[in-house]
């Protein structure tokens, strides 16, 4: 059984940070792509990062270069998602979810669509205050 479980979520305030963790488990990790994803009220559900298990490859939304770092421990089966500098719209449901991409495919159209997901965890809420 395919399971992705967020944690780290939570209520912050504007420029604290955050650390987001997926466990994934029922797959084979080292041929999918992990991203996290997230879905403010009223909007449609983005890409925000995402980290290539295979080559370690990463890939960024614009609104969250420079400020979100994503990682990997393949040997754990554990995503992260690091969240500094963090802003009001940030605020949204964070979920994690793996695509099949059993080669780099070098485009993050692909690996920050929501589309390009199997598998998709539950997940946890984040809500920054100004």
């Known amino acids: 059984e395919v399971q992705l479980v967020e944690s780290g979520g939570g209520l912050v305030q504007a420029g604290g940070s955050l650390r987001l963790s997926c466990a994934a488990s029922g797959f084979s990790f080292n041929d999918h792509a992990i991203g996290w994803f997230r879905q403010a009220p009223g909007k449609e559900r983005e890409g925000v990062s995402c980290?290539?298990?295979?080559?370690?490859?990463?890939y960024y939304a614009d609104s969250v270069k420079g400020r979100f770092t994503i990682g990997s421990d393949s040997a754990e089966n554990m995503v992260y998602l690091q969240m500094n500098s963090l802003k009001p719209e940030d605020t949204a449901i964070y979920y994690c979810?793996?695509?099949?991409?059993?080669?780099?495919?070098?485009?993050?159209?692909?690996?920050?669509?929501?589309?390009?997901?199997?598998?998709w965890g539950k997940g946890t809420m984040v809500t920054v205050s100004s």
């Open positions: 980290i290539s298990s295979s080559d370690g490859i990463t």
């Open positions: 979810a793996a695509g099949f991409f059993p080669r780099q495919l070098y485009n993050e159209t692909y690996y920050l669509s929501p589309l390009g997901m199997s598998y």
